[in-house]
């Protein structure tokens, strides 16, 4: 069966740090990865998708960045976190093959920016 | 723009039956999603709706009116665990998913 995992699940940084959310999904290949956040009361807000290795599509301009060495593994980054960037961020998966195109979501990570 | 509409927040009663609306104006439409998500947690897929009508799963309904722009989730015999987050989403011409902002569902003994 198919997994994904995320990590850290909580951190809390200063303004101005580095930031670095890693993702890895099991049990499949070739998947479409997403990077969301979600803010109180909010919609999820789609940050980057990737459809294959190297592959990068950003939805929001940021002081963030995204990166897929590996099939498997998709990373968000940060060079220097604003106090805004504090939100709920999450990974998700979809299949490539299914007509659905349902997302299945990792555990999440909550980011404080102080 | 594209736009989902939710009720903010709802309370039921455990046992009872409560309906949870979703209209929504996207550019185009490649199906509808309903998650669930606890606080704190991810979301998880409930269930999706390409064609009109009502989809049954156990104790959760989904129905899907494309004319009308209009979705609702039926949970019935409702229990405490149903306390969550629901969150409607379409899939517009492009494939992308837009999120609605969620409804907070309280479930009350």
């Known amino acids: 069966s198919q997994t994904i995992h995320q990590w850290p699940a909580t951190l809390v940084q200063p303004v101005g740090s580095p930031l670095s959310l890693e993702c890895t999904v099991e049990?499949?290949?070739?998947?479409?990865l997403y990077w969301y956040r979600q803010a109180a009361g909010r919609g999820l807000q789609l940050l980057f998708y990737?459809?294959?290795?190297?592959?990068i599509s950003s939805e929001v301009p940021q002081n963030l960045s995204a990166s897929r060495p590996q099939d498997r593994q998709f990373i968000l980054s940060s060079k220097k976190l604003l106090l805004s960037d504090s939100g709920f961020y999450l990974c998700?998966?979809?299949?490539?093959?299914?007509?659905?195109?349902?997302?299945?979501f990792g555990e999440g990570s909550r980011l404080t920016v102080l | 723009g594209q736009n989902i509409d939710q009720p903010t927040e709802m309370t039921a009663t455990e046992g009872a039956i409560v309906q949870i609306n979703c209209t929504y104006q996207?550019?185009?439409?490649?199906?509808l999603f309903w998650y669930q998500q606890h606080a704190g947690e991810a979301p998880t897929f409930l269930s999706y709706n390409v064609l009109d009508g009502l989809e049954e799963k156990g104790r959760f309904s989904s129905f899907l009116s494309r004319s009308k722009g209009y979705s609702y989730l039926l949970l019935k015999e409702l229990q405490m665990k149903d306390s969550a987050s629901y969150l409607c989403?379409?899939?517009?011409?492009?494939?992308?998913?837009?999120w609605g902002a969620g409804t907070k569902l309280i479930i009350k003994p």
């Open positions: 998700a998966w979809s299949s490539q093959d299914r007509d659905t195109g349902e997302l299945f």
């Open positions: 049990g499949t290949s070739n998947p479409n």
């Open positions: 990737s459809v294959g290795i190297g592959q």
């Open positions: 996207t550019s185009g439409f490649n199906g």
């Open positions: 989403a379409v899939k517009d011409s492009n494939y992308q998913l837009i």
